[in-house]
């Protein structure tokens, strides 16, 4: 409601000041002998109201809906004065109580349309019982003169018309697009919130399900492996490769539930750009070439550390994965977002994996070295902060992994 309200305030600034030039104009260029002053009162009364309804709202997060409505009807009545100045129904202009209906049907809910609707006629009407009658400045003119000037007149307002109209069911229909854009992207959030959830439910119960049956296979295994070390050397080795075995279950099993449920109680506070790329890379393979600009250095960022350094870190981890010739990690800020940005200089992929990056349990690692969850949870973390994750790689190129934070998180 605020967005259509702000525009519709735009668009009654654009008619107050289009009007005000077309009476001038009109007054200058015909032989119509028109009402300038009275005129110009309305309109002025026009831009007051509009100013007042600015002020009015300049501050409030909430749009009372009774509020544009009132504001159309102002604009009924205002262009009934106006025409009831400059002839009435012979005015060629009357044409123009139809971008306020239209203006209607495009903010307002049915029930106030109508209104507007009803109103516009009955005004329209009401001029065909009193209307001040509109001389002109020469006389002699016959009925074939004022025809033309008439027919002129009906040109000019179609021109009117057809613009106002044409530009608010362009707005409207932007509004409209993004409105389904931003649908989609809750949808696609909920959706990726949802496998979040189902993820830390699955982990969570695997970890209470298996975690008895593989401390006993453990604890077995041990015994095994005590009583054959003196009588059997080669099964010893097989016991213990079966309590190695457990352990890395277990261990896969503390990961999962680690990485899905890391970001939980995590709560934002202030931390330096500094403080965070150490936090991401600590213990880290040091063959990442970090750059922080300048802008950046000392600044803080108001974010859940512990949840963005981990989605930092999986990222980097990747890129080592992927190539051997060093990584990159840059914070950078922009006019309107801070950027950390990790680039390798690996083999790249092709479109086709990169448009999957992201899908749980996707993972262009072989068996055992991933479980495909990474980028799937450091785009639930930066989509939690408002921000984004976008992923630039080419084959034989390497790849570019920007984690966009909004500007707002600098304190």
């Not at 009401?126 to 074939?144: M, Q, R």
């Not at 119960?205 to 059997?232: F, Q």
């Not at 992201?358 to 068996?367: Q, V």
């Amino acid at each position: 409601m605020r967005a259509s309200f702000t525009w519709l305030l735009r668009l009654r600034w654009g008619a107050t000041l289009a009007q005000a030039a077309l009476v001038v104009v009109v007054d200058r260029l015909s032989s119509f002998d028109l009402p300038v002053r009275r005129l110009l009162v309305v309109l002025g009364l026009s831009a007051l109201s509009n100013a007042l309804l600015w002020l009015f709202a300049r501050d409030r997060r909430d749009i009372p809906p009774a509020l544009p409505g009132a504001a159309l009807a102002f604009d009924v009545l205002a262009l009934t004065a106006m025409l009831y100045f400059t002839g009435g129904p012979l005015n060629p202009f009357s044409s123009l109580y139809l971008v306020n209906i239209a203006l209607a049907a495009a903010v307002l809910d049915g029930r106030a349309t109508w209104s507007i609707v009803v109103l516009s006629t009955l005004c329209f009407g009401g001029l065909f019982v009193d209307s001040a009658y509109l001389s002109t400045k020469l006389e002699g003119h016959d009925h074939a003169t004022h025809m033309r000037l008439h027919l002129k007149g009906m040109w000019l307002s179609f021109t009117l018309a057809a613009v106002f109209i044409g530009y608010f069911v362009r707005r409207v229909q932007r509004a409209l697009e993004a409105d389904r854009e931003e649908i989609a992207r809750l949808r696609a959030a909920q959706a990726r919130g949802e496998k979040l959830a189902a993820l830390a439910t699955l982990a969570a119960g695997a970890a209470h399900e298996l975690s008895t049956p593989l401390s006993t296979i453990a604890v077995a295994a041990r015994e095994l492996e005590r009583r054959l070390a003196s009588i059997d050397p080669a099964r010893e080795e097989d016991a213990r490769l079966v309590r190695e075995q457990c352990a890395r279950c277990r261990a896969v099993l503390d990961q999962l539930q680690a990485d899905v449920g890391g970001g939980v109680g995590d709560l934002p506070r202030a931390i330096s750009v500094d403080e965070l790329l150490w936090l991401s890379l600590e213990g880290l393979a040091p063959t990442v070439d970090t750059v922080i600009e300048p802008t950046l250095t000392g600044r803080k960022l108001v974010v859940p550390p512990r949840s963005l350094a981990m989605a930092v870190r999986g990222v980097v981890k990747n890129a080592q994965d992927a190539s051997t010739a060093g990584v990159s990690l840059h914070a950078r800020a922009t006019s309107e977002a801070v950027e950390l940005v990790v680039r390798d200089r690996g083999e790249g992929m092709n479109a086709q994996t990169v448009a999957r990056l992201g899908e749980p349990f996707f993972t262009t690692k072989e068996p055992g070295k991933g479980m495909g969850l990474g980028l799937f949870l450091t785009r639930s973390v930066l989509e939690h902060l408002h921000g984004e994750l976008a992923v630039d790689s080419r084959v034989g190129e390497g790849t570019e992994v920007r984690l966009t934070l909004p500007r707002t998180v600098l304190a």
